[in-house]
């Protein structure tokens, strides 16, 4: 037995289910009694993610502002302050999802610079079904049908590209005949991968997820050859907005869950009459020590409740993270106007705390070292 912390990071495309998979890992940790933290990362504030894990009751660093290749102090950082404050045998980290060549730029720098000892588990990278099917099989498919252009796809495939291990998730979801094909495409066009048939909602596969995280092995078996001209134009087709709202109703409370459905259904509606694709998109919404969150993988998938919570508020703390290709400006647009139907509809007060939307910039790695 080693007295060192292990290092797991879960990669995958924007809405894969890295949150909900990381909260499934950490909950079994913590089950058999080991510390748990948890690293969260994204462009900017104001994470919806964090703040998930958090209400879970895991301490959870954020980098924020760039991802963790760009960032590589703040994560280690966070990494240390962490490691002061709750000594973790485990700490999880998730990367932002549009990002790649993270062994390079992450994995590889954690052995060789980071001077903190760490066992590195293998990386593992979700596949997301809704555009993975799409863009697995895009030969038989028009660019407008797979969802993104070439240059984004570019980045979904570079990530099961340097993966150690694929994981199949969203499996509850899918018939058998779906997940058979997927993995055939997968076995087809990544070899040498192993793939876990994993269930993030329902704990489906953790026996096998754990089995290919606990491998020792050398970090970064797959090396990338990465156009990075390609990949900052990948990146650059979506905006990113994060927003941090307060809904303050006039004399009757509303559930947690209907308003953060009602607030994601009503943007699922408004970017589809758009004609624009959505990476991923998210709102919690909080009150009293409660919260419940919405999501919406993509622009053909249902909107769906992550977190339920039947707790009715007056004032509600509302946060939204949307990815879409579309313009960041009018993507704010589209997002304030959800937001005035919505407190219309509550006949509620709205205090916008914070707002931000942009297109990312390019991937400036601190350290890349290529070379196993």
Request: no cysteine; aromatic share 6%.
């Given at each position: 037995m080693t007295d060192l912390p292990r290092?797991?990071?879960?990669?995958?495309?924007?809405?894969?289910?890295?949150?909900?998979?990381?909260?499934?890992?950490?909950?079994?940790?913590?089950?058999?009694?080991?510390?748990?933290?948890i690293v969260t990362n994204d462009q900017t504030s104001d994470l919806v993610d964090t703040k998930s894990l958090e209400a879970l009751g895991f301490p959870v660093g954020e980098v924020a502002g760039a991802c963790f290749c760009c960032n590589f102090k703040e994560l280690t950082e966070t990494i240390d302050r962490l490691a002061s404050d709750a000594r973790p045998e485990v700490i999880l980290a998730e990367p932002v999802g549009s990002c790649?060549?993270?062994?390079?730029?992450?994995?590889?720098?954690?052995?060789?610079?980071?001077?903190?000892?760490?066992?590195?588990?293998?990386y593992g990278v979700i596949l997301k079904p809704s555009h993975g099917m799409r863009i697995l099989e895009s030969e038989t498919r028009a660019v407008q049908a797979r969802g993104f252009s070439e240059d984004a796809e570019y980045i979904f495939r570079k990530q099961l590209e340097e993966a150690d291990?694929?994981?199949?998730?969203?499996?509850?979801?899918?018939?058998?005949?779906?997940?058979?094909?997927?993995?055939?495409?997968?076995?087809?066009?990544?070899?040498?991968?192993?793939?876990?048939?994993?269930?993030?909602?329902?704990?489906?596969?953790?026996?096998?997820?754990?089995?290919?995280f606990s491998i020792e092995k050398p970090r970064g078996r797959q090396s990338l050859e990465l156009d990075y001209d390609r990949y900052a134009a990948g990146e650059a087709e979506l905006g990113w907005l994060n927003a941090r709202l307060r809904l303050v109703l006039d004399g009757r409370r509303s559930s947690l869950e209907q308003t953060a459905y009602q607030l994601v259904e009503s943007l699922r509606r408004m970017l589809l009459e758009e004609q624009a694709e959505t990476a991923h998109l998210k709102a919690v919404a909080a009150g009293d020590g409660q919260s419940a969150v919405a999501n919406l993988v993509s622009s053909q998938s249902p909107t769906e409740i992550s977190r339920q919570s039947p707790h009715e508020s007056m004032t509600i703390e509302v946060v939204v993270n949307a990815?879409?290709?579309?313009?960041?400006?009018?993507?704010?647009?589209?997002?304030?106007?959800?937001?005035?139907?919505?407190?219309?509809?509550?006949?509620?007060?709205?205090?916008?705390?914070?707002?931000?939307?942009?297109?990312?910039?390019?991937?400036?790695?601190v350290h890349r070292m290529a070379n196993a």
């Open positions: 290092f797991v990071m879960v990669g995958g495309f924007l809405g894969a289910g890295k949150t909900t998979t990381i909260a499934r890992l950490a909950e079994h940790f913590r089950n058999l009694g080991q510390r748990v933290a790649t060549d993270l062994v390079a730029t992450v994995m590889r720098p954690l052995e060789r610079v980071y001077g903190r000892p760490m066992l590195l588990s293998p291990f694929v994981i199949l998730n969203r499996i509850d979801q899918l018939t058998g005949v779906q997940v058979d094909r997927l993995e055939t495409l997968l076995e087809e066009q990544y070899p040498q991968r192993p793939i876990v048939r994993f269930s993030a909602k329902l704990g489906t596969g953790l026996a096998e997820l754990l089995e290919q990815r879409v290709a579309i313009a960041p400006d009018r993507l704010e647009q589209i997002v304030r106007e959800a937001v005035d139907g919505l407190a219309s509809n509550l006949n509620a007060e709205i205090d916008w705390v914070a707002l931000q939307a942009f297109r990312p910039g390019r991937p400036v790695p």
